[in-house]
């Protein structure tokens, strides 16, 4: 139930162009451009996870200024692309701890360092492995990190009271992903994680996914989980039986469409191709 306040922010950022959505027991998302961001907004305390760009990190904080002024316990990065992390800095002196998985931080240096940008950039303080946990304003969260991915630092962050998850991008919402290779990705254990994923929350859980194609939502439930993961195994699939066909990369490349997987469609569609093609073809 929104009290009288929330409605007020909601309908004055969607004014705004950007939104604040509430979802359940204080939190809720935030978009506008970038990876979506998720949020804990209590009378003592807030929580941020991801943070998009400077701007947009300052319309959040904005925001959450007008609902408390409780110190930000934690920033929470679900992996190092700078859509969910070049907002950071404008955190500096805000958040008392950033919370990202080993590898996001090593990603997030190593992608500064080619770029020239590390002054631009607010790097975790506070590191995981495998999980993380904390109790913040009667509300626990953790961290569960299920290996290679989208990168090889992608963590899922659960707000168990609450019931509700953010995936960062181990989803994309009938919208064709971004896999890093660089960065450690791998499609094979991805579809593992999300199977885990599948297998860890019930049918109450609100998941927030980081990006989603026009038409279809960000906040999602099991079935886009499960559904997401079918683009992934038909892409080896299909990328499979052509490499064993004998085509180029260059041919493989040309395919249009997912066979077994129709709902992926419109641009984007190779960078899953290339992928798949130099995961396949390096093991």
């Known amino acids: 139930m929104l009290t009288p306040a929330m409605h007020s922010l909601v309908n004055s950022l969607l004014s705004a162009g950007h939104e604040m959505r509430p979802l359940r027991n204080d939190i809720g998302m935030f978009t506008e451009s970038g990876g979506t ?3 804990m907004i209590k009378p003592d305390a807030a929580v941020v996870i991801d943070t998009q760009f400077p701007v947009q990190a300052g319309h959040l904080i904005e925001e959450i200024q007008k609902q408390t002024h409780a110190p ?3 920033l929470i990065n679900t992996h190092h692309h700078g859509d969910h992390t070049a907002g950071n800095i404008a955190f500096k002196g805000l958040a008392k701890k950033i919370v990202a ?3 996001s931080k090593v990603n997030q240096k190593n992608a500064a360092v080619s770029r020239g940008t590390e002054d631009k950039q607010l790097y975790p303080d506070t590191l995981f492995d495998d999980s993380w946990s904390a109790k913040v304003s009667g509300e626990e969260i953790d961290i569960h990190y299920f290996g290679a991915a989208h990168t090889n630092g992608d963590g899922i962050i659960h707000f168990k009271n609450a019931n509700v998850a953010h995936l960062g991008d181990l989803v994309f919402n009938r919208r064709f992903p971004y896999i890093d290779i660089g960065a450690g990705a791998s499609i094979e254990n991805w579809i593992t994680v999300l199977e885990k994923i599948n297998n860890l929350f019930d049918n109450d859980t609100m998941m927030i996914c980081g990006h989603a194609d026009n038409g279809h939502d960000v906040l999602i439930g099991k079935e886009d989980v499960l559904a997401f993961r ?8 299909v990328v499979g039986k052509e490499i064993k066909a004998g085509k ?3 041919e493989i490349m040309a395919i249009e469409t997912i066979a077994g997987a129709p709902e992926w469609k419109g641009k984007g569609i190779e960078r899953s191709l290339s992928a798949a093609y130099k995961e396949l073809t390096a093991q």
């Open 37 to 39: 961001i998720g949020w």
């Open 72 to 74: 930000i316990e934690y």
């Open 101 to 103: 998985h080993t590898n």
């Open 230 to 237: 079918n683009y992934l195994d038909q892409l080896l699939v």
């Open 248 to 250: 180029s990369e260059e």
